[in-house]
Each structure stands twice: as structure tokens, then as C-alpha cells.
């Protein structure tokens, strides 16, 4: 379902068609040599090639070039995703799992460039990795921690606020201390921030020195300065070490503070700020010494959506445009003339 | 480490401070009074345990003073280009440092002679014998005046200083390249802040953020500027330290951002003339500091409700940087009327200089 999403909202875009094509076509490459004994691959596009052959001469025929061959090769992924999603569901450890080398520290920094233009928020994230190898040993039958609840609240007044979330595991807690004890792992978070919504970066590195997140990146713009109108988006990826969480019972609590950029005019006085949802994901990998190759591995933890947060900043209005630029200039001039008129006058007796 | 380093040139300014009065013979008790001013002033000493270079910059400027009344012009024209490249500002004391090193700059001994400080009693009874410069008019002669700029001295200042300017822009751009030139120079050419701060054209700025700006705008916020500087360097230069005090008070006031941290660079110079004041503490001096603190404090509030509370006070926090602006005319106007206007340099007394000095 997510990829109907996606792949809906991908249509309208043909930048955005050309990086989910680029990732579909990856991935129908690497899944030909899968490992034995595996159902099908990951993303259940085992049918992928056959259709394919059926719809190429069709736009082809169509004639409007690229375009409408992406459209056929994602329509065909979709119809085929479709088919096998049932399959998916049906074996529990049919786990969504994608690798990235560990020399890759940040998941997010594959959109560092597409955040500059306008974002979807329906990017799957976990596509962006290149995997040519599946991660041998890493995702078979694992009691993988899950969610149970995940909440984001914005708090604070003003121009600086935190988000916060809280999340909680739905394992039993031996089953948590097992995991744990073999395997290092990591909450990611990757929050993209709308427009008009800033992080800063030192800030969050304080919070790194003092231990509170394992790691922290920005991306995107980090200009502190100007208004929205005037700077692009950015997303910020918190890296959070589980085995902290061991003292808190796994119920984490994780705070990311905010700043609010100058909004854009508006006649009502008060711009309103909408965040999207944010990509939780667990990245963990053994704990041996020398794995070879040292790799991650991802799990997407599919959560049912957080509530929207909100952000309600004041902002400045058209209307005022008239009389404060005239008064400002005639305040100065006055003030101006009135020192020199008395810089004039005064002088020694 | 910056913190110290900034800590300690707050308190180098206190001992340049203390310098220069007493080379201008202000008696020790009145010096510590002024040294006090600085050093216990709260608005300075956090800037520089805050992290921002600007003492410096003041300890700077005072070394170059130091120089110019010691009669180290190639010492003075060397730190003079060297803090215009660090921070620009200090340019708009250019015009003063050049009509100081005039043609009355050097006495007879070939290094210049620094009018004494006297207290009022004495000013009183002297007042017959003073040789009080009176301050130079543009109507009158005004050839008189740009001819005796051209000495050696001012030739020397200018050059120097141009070329060490020059020469450590040169230095960086060939390190840095043009990231450097942009940053450091340019960037002041088209800067625009719509963030709040106490400047009067800031929420112009942010209404006009969205449609730039054009260059009518741009020439009319510096006309005010402009105004007011000339008007201070043609009646003031003479009396140099009076003259950068007033003319850095009224940079900061009228300029398009103004942040905390630019008090500093007036505040440095503010003990340096003192001494000179008819303004007693009670009630004047109390009234300026209370009608300035006072109309920072009111902006300061508009500022925490909207930043703080999230609440659209725009309008109320603009007209708070108008009244800002007012007090700081006020405090100008109030400076300048009860100083005692003496020029730093005084040509030595004798039969045939009295009267060419009158006629300057």
C-alpha cells in the first residue's frame, strides 16, 4: 500500500519518477541472484521481468519517450507488488530488510540533494539503499523489537519549541535483553522538517558530547538566518543507541528542538507550520568483533501515522507596508535633522 | 579559549583607558571613576565572556588613539588598517583621524601637545588666557581647511593605513579566495536582516523580503547616516575622542541592523569623556542612562512576546525601535550640550601662534 502511494504521487513528478525508477530497476537486478530457500525477494518482485516485455512496446508506441516508460515500469512493479503483498503478510518472517555498509553512517544523506526542491513526504526511505547483497544471515528468522506505540508531541511557546517522541517496544523485556546482548542497535529517526521549521546544528551537537543522542545529522538547509521565503528544507536524522533505553524500560523519550524561521507574509497575522510523519527505523548489526563485510541492517518499523503536529507562527502583515516603510524613513530623517540642527548650534560659549 | 582572549582585551581597554587620561592630566580619582565605567559596565563585560570578539576591536582602537597622541602615526596608520580589515566600521573615523593630524597636529618638538584636562574651578578663572579652539565652520574658510589637511603626517596616516588595508585583504583573498571577499566586505553592501532587532528598518526589511529592494530604498536608509555623520566630523573632529564617541553612538542608531553587541564599541570610548561632562551624575547623567536603558527595556519586552509567546507584536515592537531611536538621539543631544568642548591637540602657546590658531 505504501508503494501505491508512492508510486501515485510519484506520477506528478517526473524527477521524483526518474529516483523510484533508478531504485525499482536496482532492485530488479539484484533480486536475480537471490539467496535459495527465500519465497521471493524482499519486495516480492520476482514477476517483475515478465510483464515488463508486454508494456515497453506499448509506450513506445505512445511515443512520449522516457516518461511514459517509467510510468509502464512502476505500473508494472505496482501490479506485481500487489499480487505478492498478500504473500508478504502471510510469512511473518518475510521481514522488509534492506543493508548499508557501516562506512555509510546517515541514511538520509542520499536525499541531501532532493530536499533543495519540493519533497513528498512519501519517499520510502529503506529504498535509497543499495543493496546488492541481501544482508546474508542478518534478517532470517530474528524477533526483531517492534513498536507498540509511537507518540510526537510539539512543546514549547514561541519560536522554540521541542518535539518530542515517545516510543515504546512492543517485545517482552527478556526478549529486548536478548536482542540487545547480541546485537548493537540504533532507533533512527529521520524527521523532515517542512519549510519555515529549522534545527540547529550545534545545538544538537551538545547533545551528542553529552551522550544524550549516539548521533545526530541535519541536511538540508541550515541557513539560521533568513526567512522561509528565502531558504529550503531540511530533515534531521537523530541516531539513538538502545541499549540506554535498557534503565528506561524501553519506553523512550526522545526530545529534538526546533526553531521557527520567519514566515512568509500573510494577512491573518499567524502562518501555520504542518509537519510530516517521521521515518522510524532500527538499524542493528552483530556484535562480532570483525563481521565481514561490516554491514547494517534496516527495519523499517511501520507505524500507524502520528498525529499531525502543528506550529503557529506570527508573521507579518502586507497591509502594514505602507505606513511603516514611510515612518521609518521619516523617524530617521527627523531624528537625523534634529542632531545636526543641535550639533550645529552647540559649541562653546 | 576565545572567551579569555576576549576577557583580556576587555581589561587591556581598562588600562588604555587609564593611559590616556592620564596623559591628558586627569587627576587619579577621577580616572578611576572613568575606569570604573568600562570595566563594571554590565552591558560590556558579558559581551566579551560571551564569546564575541569585540573587545578587541575597542582595545584596538584605543592602542591606535594611544599612538596618535604619542605621535606614532606610522604605528597608528599600521592598526588602523588592520582593524578596518577586521571589523569594517572603524572606517568612519577616517575623516576625523586625518583633519586631527592636520596642520596643528605636530608642536614644535616635532610631537604633538595634548591640551591638559582642568578642572571647572580652574576653567572659570583661566577663562580670560584659555587658547579654546573654537570649532571649525564649513561656511568659513573652507579652502583654509582642506589645504591644511595636506601635511606630511596626514599623507603618511593615509597611505599607510590604505596599503596595510589593502594588503591584508590581499593576504586572505589569496588564502580564502572569493568566499573571503563575499563574507568579510561585500556581504555589508547587500546585507538584509528581517529578524528582529532594535533597528528601526527591520520589520521594513521583513515586509520587503519577499520583493528585494530597490535602490532608492537602499541610498535613503543611508541618508540619515550620512547626515548625521558629516554634520559631527565638521563640528567635532578637533575634540577627536568626544567626536568618535558621538559619531559611534549615532552609526549604531541609524544604522539598518543593530544588535547588543555594537554597544560595546561606544561604550569604550564613553569613559574618555567623561572627565569633561558638565553633566552631574544626579539628575542628568541618570536621566540619560535611565531614558536609554529604560526604552531598551520596553523593546526588549516586545521582543520576548513575540519570540518567546509566539505572539504578532510587529507593530508594537517597531514602534518600540522608533522610540529607541528617539532616546538615543536624546542621549546624543544631552552629551553634546554639556560637554566642554576641548580639541585633543592644542598648539603650544606663544605670542604668534595665538593668533593663527584663532584664525583656524
Known amino acids: 500500500k505504501r508503494h501505491a502511494a508512492q508510486i501515485a504521487s510519484t506520477e506528478e513528478n517526473p524527477a521524483r519518477e526518474a529516483v523510484a525508477v533508478r531504485t525499482h530497476a536496482r532492485r530488479a537486478s539484484g533480486y536475480s541472484g537471490g539467496p535459495r530457500g527465500r519465497p521471493a525477494n524482499p519486495s516480492g518482485r520476482a514477476s517483475l521481468p515478465a510483464p515488463l516485455p508486454l508494456f515497453s512496446p506499448i509506450s513506445m508506441a505512445v511515443g512520449s519517450g522516457p516518461c511514459l516508460l517509467a510510468v509502464a515500469l512502476l505500473a508494472a512493479a505496482w501490479i506485481s507488488d500487489a499480487s505478492s503483498s498478500d504473500k508478504q503478510q502471510a510469512h511473518s518472517n518475510q521481514q522488509y530488510v534492506n543493508c548499508m555498509p557501516c562506512s555509510r553512517t546517515y541514511v538520509a544523506d ?137 534503565s528506561m524500560d524501553y519506553n523512550l523519550v526522545i526530545e529534538l528542538p526546533l526553531h521557527a524561521r520567519y514566515p512568509p507574509l500573510d494577512a491573518s497575522g499567524y502562518a501555520t507550520v504542518e509537519f510530516g510523519s517521521p521515518d522510524l527505523l532500527l538499524r542493528y548489526r552483530r556484535k562480532e568483533t570483525h563481521p565481514d563485510p561490516c554491514m547494517w541492517a534496516f527495519q523499517n518499523l511501520h507505524v500507524t501515522p502520528v498525529e499531525k503536529a502543528a506550529w503557529r507562527i506570527p508573521c507579518g502583515d502586507e497591509a502594514h507596508t505602507g505606513f511603516v516603510s514611510s515612518l521609518t524613513f521619516i523617524s530617521a530623517l527627523v531624528e537625523a535633522s534634529t542632531c545636526a540642527e543641535w550639533i550645529r548650534w552647540t559649541g562653546p560659549p | ?266 561604550f569604550c570610548l564613553l569613559p574618555l569623556i567623561l572627565p569633561w561632562t558638565g553633566m552631574k551624575l544626579r539628575w542628568k547623567g541618570l536621566a540619560c542612562a535611565l531614558v536609554w536603558m529604560g526604552s531598551q527595556l520596553h523593546w526588549l519586552m516586545w521582543a520576548y512576546l513575540l519570540e518567546f509567546k509566539g505572539r504578532n507584536v510587529f507593530v508594537q515592537l517597531w514602534a518600540a525601535g522608533i522610540v529607541f531611536l528617539a532616546a538615543n538621539t536624546f542621549v546624543m543631544i544631552m552629551v553634546i550640550r554639556h560637554h566642554r568642548h576641548t580639541p585633543l591637540f592644542s598648539v603650544p602657546v606663544g605670542p604668534g601662534t595665538k593668533i593663527a590658531a584663532k584664525k583656524d
Not at chain 1, 526511505?125 to 546474508?136: A, G, N, Q
Not at chain 1, 524527521?191 to 553529552?210: I, M, N, T, Y
Not at chain 2, 592602542?63 to 580589515?85: S, T
Request: hydrophobic share 45%; aromatic share 14%; net charge neutral.
Open chain 2, 1 to 266: 579559549w576565545g572567551k579569555l582572549l576576549f576577557s583580556a582585551a576587555d581589561l587591556l581597554v581598562g588600562v588604555f583607558i587609564d593611559d590616556i587620561l592620564e596623559l591628558r592630566g586627569v587627576p587619579a580619582r577621577t580616572r578611576i571613576w572613568c575606569v570604573v565605567a568600562w570595566l563594571f559596565n554590565p552591558f560590556t563585560f558579558t559581551i566579551g565572556t560571551r564569546g564575541n570578539c569585540e573587545p578587541v576591536v575597542c582595545a584596538a582602537m584605543l592602542w591606535i588613539l594611544i599612538c596618535l597622541m604619542k605621535g606614532r602615526v606610522l604605528q597608528a596608520a599600521f592598526w588602523y588598517g588592520l582593524i578596518v580589515h577586521f571589523r569594517i566600521y572603524p572606517i568612519i573615523y577616517a575623516i576625523p583621524f586625518v583633519i586631527v593630524l592636520g596642520k596643528n597636529y605636530a608642536g614644535p618638538a616635532g610631537r604633538p601637545v595634548l591640551t591638559q584636562w582642568i578642572s571647572k574651578q580652574q576653567l572659570q578663572s583661566n577663562k580670560g588666557r584659555e587658547n579654546v579652539e573654537e570649532p571649525t565652520s564649513l561656511l568659513a574658510n573652507l579652502w583654509n581647511f582642506l589645504s591644511s589637511l595636506i601635511t606630511r603626517d596626514t599623507i603618511l596616516f593615509g597611505l599607510f593605513s590604505g596599503s596595510m588595508f589593502f594588503a591584508w585583504t590581499g593576504i586572505f583573498f589569496y588564502l580564502y579566495g572569493w568566499e573571503f571577499l563575499n563574507e568579510a566586505l561585500l556581504y555589508h553592501l547587500t546585507r538584509t536582516d528581517p529578524r528582529h532587532n532594535f533597528s528601526i528598518y527591520f520589520y521594513h526589511i521583513y515586509l520587503h523580503h519577499q520583493q528585494g529592494f530597490s535602490s532608492i530604498q537602499r541610498l535613503a536608509s543611508f541618508l540619515p547616516q550620512l547626515i548625521v555623520q558629516l554634520a559631527l566630523i565638521v563640528r567635532f573632529s578637533r575634540d577627536l575622542p568626544f567626536c568618535m564617541f558621538l559619531q559611534t553612538v549615532a552609526f549604531v542608531a541609524f544604522n539598518k541592523v543593530m544588535t547588543a553587541q555594537y554597544f560595546v564599541w561606544f
Open chain 1, 110 to 246: 542520499a536525499y541531501a540533494d532532493a530536499l533543495t526542491s519540493q519533497l513528498s513526504q512519501h519517499h520510502d526511505l529503506t529504498e535509497v539503499s543499495d543493496t546488492t547483497d541481501l544482508c546474508k544471515g542478518l534478517a532470517d528468522e530474528l524477533d526483531v523489537p517492534t513498536l507498540s506505540e509511537v507518540n510526537r508531541q510539539l512543546v514549547g511557546e514561541g519560536s522554540h519549541r521541542r518535539l518530542i517522541y515517545s516510543v515504546k517496544f512492543g517485545n517482552f523485556k527478556d526478549a529486548m535483553i536478548q536482542f540487545l546482548d547480541g546485537y548493537d542497535a540504533n532507533l533512527v529517526i529521520i524527521e523532515k522538517l517542512p519549510s519555515g521549521v529549522f534545527a540547529d546544528p550545534f545545538e544538537l551537537q551538545h547533545f551528542v558530547e553529552r551522550k544524550v543522542f549516539l548521533d545526530v545529522a541535519v541536511f538540508g538547509d541550515t541557513n539560521l538566518e533568513l526567512p522561509s521565503a528565502l531558504s529550503n528544507r531540511s530533515a534531521v536524522e537523530i541516531h539513538f543507541d538502545l541499549k540506554t533505553s535498557t
